[in-house]
């Protein structure tokens, strides 16, 4: 069914076949002759197309210069089909594959291509793509390798013509030359054995003539006395009958040391057989070869070179021998009815044929039936001084172009003659053939290179680069395992052995980094301000919760003389060290400025602006929110940089936030103005001011926290306790965002103006959520009390680790998996000061005293998992008490304070 469903696919390619049909039937009239090569492309066709797009183009759209290759190459395929199909009539199918290749091949891959441009302009994809677009591998490598194998096939079919258009002229010469060679051998055989019969009667005849010829000339003896003495014998005259009864042109009898001695010419008797060339061999061959029946063949005679002749000879008694001869006319009368015969059955090649003349040009033989005309009114005029013999040479014989080469021999001239078609057909044949072979190998072998590259080194390539994706953007977790082969298998080790690597490296750094980290929240931690405590005129409370990575918020407070107090509280541009530093330099300078005489806060930051624009090539600024209050006046004046509104709480009224005017940041723009506003600030009331995180604190949802549940935070807090405030809004803040991780610094301070009627004790108790988020509030509520008592640094960090691992303990186990209420209850008593932390909960009953104190003798890796925590607690802190009541678990700690 997959075959078939891929079969159907290759319909476009199966479309071309009709439109190939409706051509070959009514443009080129060939009927139903193709019809099984037709039938058979089609289904080719389709077959083709669909594997293809599934194989080559991953079921994608082929390009319109790869549906054009694909058309060619099937339609070839068909051609291919036609000689398959009719091997029986091999010519005709040729004939008509010669007809219609080049319409039908160039129609169909056309079509194909221009199919796929439409179909690319239709579904509005790109026909051809920005030169400066940069390639997939698989794009290149197509691209190269399609011009490679047409570079190769132009090379090959060409290199193919030329061989096979030598051959075929090889072969013409040598069928040419051989036919006229077995023609001139014919006649030279038909002509000797015709001689020899003469020179045999001849012979006969003499052997019966009176004893004169026995008579021989005797040594000394001058030509003339020789004819003298053939005459007296009547030896010449007898010759001279016999040759006239015999109708040959001449007898000669030549003695044992090669001298004529008779003949029916009397001018050749006395001439010596060795005096010429021609003589020479002849005698040569009877007296020193011993060849009696030797004939000559026809060629100038040595006593006189313009007469030619054909001798015979026979050994005649005693010592000497009979020469017999005769000329071309004479030889030809005997043989012309044998000649005639010579050409009637013999054929050159397939449709060539032999033509002898007589040496006056005229047609002897002929099986086309010229006999009587001339060579010249055929065409085949041939002049012996310009046209050598046995080469070949072209002529247009009766009007047909055709490929001649002759020979002249005994008188005639045998020409053969070979249509130039015929020569060219074998020629065009197998360079079609050819041809059209190639294009098929030619494209399976691309086909099946581009494969085994796509699956073998291109989809591998695709792999690894997918996977080094994923590792550049983060996911070192990643591992490339492509093990196709030895060399992928290599690079992968490679690959992954790098990546352990860089992992290594970036834990170094990132361990290098988080204790530049610790190290610059130390100095941003320890430029915060010691806590005002103790003074009755107000309470104060700050917090700045840090996130991961170092931040630009600061805050500070300080008294300004007898009745004035300053708040600041600020945030500076980016993050890291850069930005710490920078908000060193900027609290320094605000706090130096306030402290030496300058009272008005729009000034203070005037000058800082000034200050902190010089030289500051970093292009950093912070935003500032300045107070000064007047504990006489009870105003509080006030100047905002940038920073974000003030909340402002009246007696028996709720937060509501003061709109004051904002000037530009500083270090933003040097000589920026800033402008002061007057915040009636009586006993009772209290102002809250924070930085941009604490209303741009953001869920898991990306809502943000906003001013809006900011106030009902501090609202819903029914405290005037500024540490009660800022816990409200940490645990607002908490609830919110729930799991999202805390991208920037949270800052807050609060001030509130001591009313002599209102009550002074804090809060003794916090009840919330026992959770890990919750920590923070619990520690800081904690501290509110602590700072109240100016408790030792050293001993607040101790009680803030003990509320960490305890409060953690309890968010982790109490409720597993769910959440629970817990309480925290804080006392401080005197003689000696001490603070007793009671941590309640109703989760599961567990007695943390009853775990055994870790072996700290023992190595690291024979230890018990857990039980360090409670044994910190436990070391740090004066006493611990552990009771389960009233089904709650119930926790106490005590910390002495020494002061």
């Not at 399609?146 to 090959?156: D, Q, R, Y």
């Not at 005229?362 to 046209?387: A, H, K, W």
């Not at 915040?679 to 001011?689: M, R």
Request: with cysteine.
């Amino acid at each position: 069914m997959r075959w078939l469903a891929l079969w159907l696919a290759g319909w476009p390619t199966r479309r071309r076949d009709r439109r190939g049909g409706t051509l070959r039937r009514f443009l080129l009239g060939i009927g139903t002759y193709t019809q099984l090569a037709y039938s058979l492309a089609t289904l080719n066709a389709g077959l083709m197309g669909a594997a293809l797009r599934h194989f080559m183009f991953d079921d994608k759209k082929a390009s319109w210069y790869y549906s054009l290759s694909t058309g060619l190459m099937v339609e070839v395929f068909h051609m291919l089909l036609i000689f398959l199909t009719h091997m029986d009539g091999i010519e005709a199918a040729f004939q008509i594959v010669k007809t219609i290749c080049w319409p039908m091949i160039a129609i169909v891959g056309l079509t194909c291509s221009a199919s796929s441009l439409c179909l690319s302009i239709l579904s509005g994809e790109k026909m051809f793509h920005p030169t400066n677009e940069q390639k997939k591998l698989a794009q290149s490598f197509q691209r190269w390798l399609l011009l490679s194998v047409i570079l190769g096939f132009v090379a090959t079919s060409l290199f193919t013509y030329f061989v096979e258009s030598k051959r075929a002229s090889s072969d013409c010469d040598s069928v040419l030359s051989l036919n006229v060679k077995d023609v001139k051998n014919d006649i030279d055989d038909a002509s000797d054995n015709n001689l020899l019969k003469l020179r045999a009667t001849i012979t006969g005849a003499l052997e019966k003539s009176p004893s004169s010829f026995t008579d021989y000339c005797t040594e000394g003896m001058t030509a003339k006395q020789m004819q003298e003495n053939a005459t007296q014998l009547n030896g010449s005259a007898l010759l001279t009958s016999v040759a006239s009864s015999r109708e040959v042109s001449e007898i000669n009898i030549v003695n044992a040391k090669s001298l004529i001695i008779y003949s029916n010419n009397i001018n050749f008797i006395g001439f010596d057989m060795n005096s010429g060339a021609q003589a020479k061999e002849f005698s040569d061959a009877i007296l020193v070869n011993l060849n009696e029946t030797y004939v000559q063949s026809y060629q100038p005679i040595s006593y006189n070179t313009t007469i030619s002749m054909k001798y015979a000879a026979q050994v005649f008694s005693p010592g000497g021998y009979v020469q017999v001869g005769y000329n071309a006319v004479r030889f030809q009368k005997d043989i012309d009815d044998t000649v005639v015969g010579f050409t009637k059955n013999r054929h050159v090649g397939t449709d060539g044929y032999l033509v002898i003349a007589s040496e006056d040009d005229v047609i002897v033989s002929n099986p086309n039936g010229d006999q009587g005309q001339t060579l010249t009114s055929i065409g085949l005029g041939i002049d012996r001084s310009t046209q050598a013999a046995n080469l070949t040479f072209s002529r247009t014989v009766s009007n047909v172009p055709c490929y001649c080469c002759y020979t002249y021999s005994e008188g005639y001239y045998i020409v053969a003659c070979l249509a130039q078609s015929e020569v060219s057909f074998n020629t065009s044949l197998s360079v079609y053939i050819n041809a059209f072979m190639e294009v098929e190998v030619i494209a399976m072998l691309f086909i099946v290179t581009y494969f085994l590259v796509k699956h073998l080194v291109v989809n591998n390539i695709t792999k690894i680069n997918g996977a080094l994706n994923a590792i550049t953007g983060g996911n070192l977790n990643v591992s490339v395992n492509v093990r196709s082969n030895a060399e992928f298998a290599s690079l992968s080790d490679d690959i992954n052995s790098t990546v352990v690597t860089l992992k290594g490296y970036i834990k170094e750094a990132a361990a290098r980094i988080d204790k530049e980290l610790e190290f610059a929240k130390e100095i941003q931690l320890s430029a915060l301000p010691a806590p005002l405590t103790g003074d009755p005129r107000f309470l104060l409370s700050a917090k700045m919760l840090t996130a991961k990575e170092v931040g630009g918020d600061f805050y500070d407070h300080f008294l300004i003389g007898d009745h004035k107090i300053g708040l600041v509280i600020a945030d500076v541009s980016g993050k890291g060290i850069p930005a710490a530093l920078f908000m060193m330099k900027s609290k320094t300078l605000i706090k130096s400025l306030a402290e030496n005489g300058e009272d008005s806060p729009a000034k203070i930051l005037q000058k800082a602006n000034t200050e902190l624009s010089q030289g500051n090539d970093a292009e950093m600024f912070v935003t500032v929110w300045l107070g000064i209050y007047d504990f006489t006046t009870h105003i509080f004046t006030t100047s905002n940089a940038g920073h974000e509104f003030p909340a402002v709480k009246h007696a028996n009224a709720p937060f509501e936030f003061f709109h004051d005017k904002h000037g530009f940041v500083l270090a933003g723009m040097a000589g920026s103005a800033y402008k002061e506003e007057q915040i009636p600030l009586n006993p009772g009331d209290t102002i809250f001011v924070y930085t941009d995180r604490v209303t741009e604190a953001t869920s898991k949802e990306q809502t943000l926290y906003g001013e809006g549940r900011l106030l009902g935070s501090l609202n819903a807090a029914n405290s005037h306790y500024p540490s009660d405030l800022i816990i409200s809004v940490k645990t607002g803040i908490d609830r919110f965002v729930d799991s999202a991780p805390q991208f920037d610094d949270i800052t807050m301070l609060c001030f509130h103006v001591v009313d002599e009627k209102e009550p002074l004790a804090l809060k003794k108790e916090l009840s919330l959520d026992a959770s890990v988020a919750n920590v923070e509030a619990v520690t800081a509520f904690v501290n509110a009390h602590l700072e109240a008592y100016d408790c030792p640094i050293k001993e607040k960090n101790q009680i803030d680790v003990a509320i960490d691992e305890l409060f953690s303990n309890i968010a982790h186990y109490a409720y597993n998996p769910e959440v629970g209420p817990a309480t925290v209850r804080v006392e401080v008593k005197d003689k000696p000061l001490s603070v007793y932390i009671t941590f309640i909960d109703k989760g599961v009953p567990y007695d943390p005293l009853k775990k055994a104190d870790p072996d700290l003798a023992k190595p690291l890796a024979e230890r018990d998992i857990g039980g360090l925590g409670i044994y910190l607690v436990k070391k740090t802190m004066d006493d611990i008490v552990y009771d389960y009541k009233d089904g709650q678990n119930i926790l106490t700690i005590k910390k002495t304070i020494e002061k």
